[in-house]
């Protein structure tokens, strides 16, 4: 059975997808007390691990999947275009942070390296990321997922200059990133 942490986890969009999908929700983080109630009540057996930026991920219980949706305020399009430079879009790197710490931790515990946790990182965000920063933010968004796994690694940006809204890198047979616009008005609702 795969399991999930959840970062940045509001009401619990993550863990309920997770539910849904076969998937054990096993931790969260969130700061918010209504939202951090609301999960309480719909995820009783979810740790709840608190404030992002106080977490270390070699103590969080290893997951599978780390899935967290950064606030978007800084890329939005609807907002000042801070970017990742903002002190609210800018909370992703501790995203990538954590998941870093949990593999290291895997490692030294001599984990074989197919089964390092996390073997995967969602990060949901607005389509005003492709082009905050000129797309320099959504570059430095995929470079740092890689790094997650290659340390040394650089993501160049596309010949085009122009970040597409559905793509992909591939690292030979051990790691690969894609990503893709989903409009959220076409998703199914929860009504629980």
């Given at each position: 059975m795969m399991t999930m942490g959840?970062?940045?986890?509001?009401?619990?969009?993550?863990?309920?997808?997770?539910?849904?999908?076969?998937?054990?929700?096993?931790?969260?983080?969130?700061?918010?007390?209504?939202?951090i109630e609301v999960t309480k009540i719909r995820f009783p057996e979810m740790l709840h691990v608190g404030d992002i930026t106080?977490?270390?991920?070699a103590k969080l219980p290893p997951v599978d999947v780390?899935?967290?949706g950064s606030p978007c305020q800084d890329l939005s399009v609807a907002g000042q275009r801070r970017?990742?430079?903002?002190?609210?879009?800018?909370?992703?790197?501790?995203?990538t942070r954590i998941?870093?710490?949990?593999?290291?931790?895997d490692e030294q515990r001599n984990v074989p390296a197919y089964?390092?946790?996390?073997?995967?990182?969602?990060?949901?965000?607005?389509?005003g990321?492709?082009?905050?920063?000129?797309?320099?933010?959504?570059?430095?968004?995929?470079?740092e997922i890689v790094r997650i796994k290659y340390s040394a690694c650089d993501v160049p940006r596309p010949e085009s200059g122009r970040w597409e809204s559905a793509g992909a890198v591939l690292l030979g047979n051990e790691f690969s990133l894609a990503?893709?616009?989903?409009d959220a008005q076409l998703c199914e609702a929860s009504h629980n």
């Open positions: 959840s970062l940045f986890d509001g009401i619990g969009g993550f863990p309920l997808a997770a539910i849904r999908n076969g998937i054990t929700p096993v931790w969260a983080s969130e700061i918010e007390a209504f939202p106080k977490l270390d991920g780390i899935c967290g970017g990742l430079a903002g002190e609210r879009s800018g909370l992703f790197m501790e995203q998941a870093k710490e949990m593999r290291k931790a089964l390092v946790r996390p073997r995967y990182l969602v990060w949901e965000n607005v389509p990321a492709f082009s905050s920063a000129e797309g320099e933010d959504f570059r430095a968004v995929i470079e990503w893709r616009v989903m």
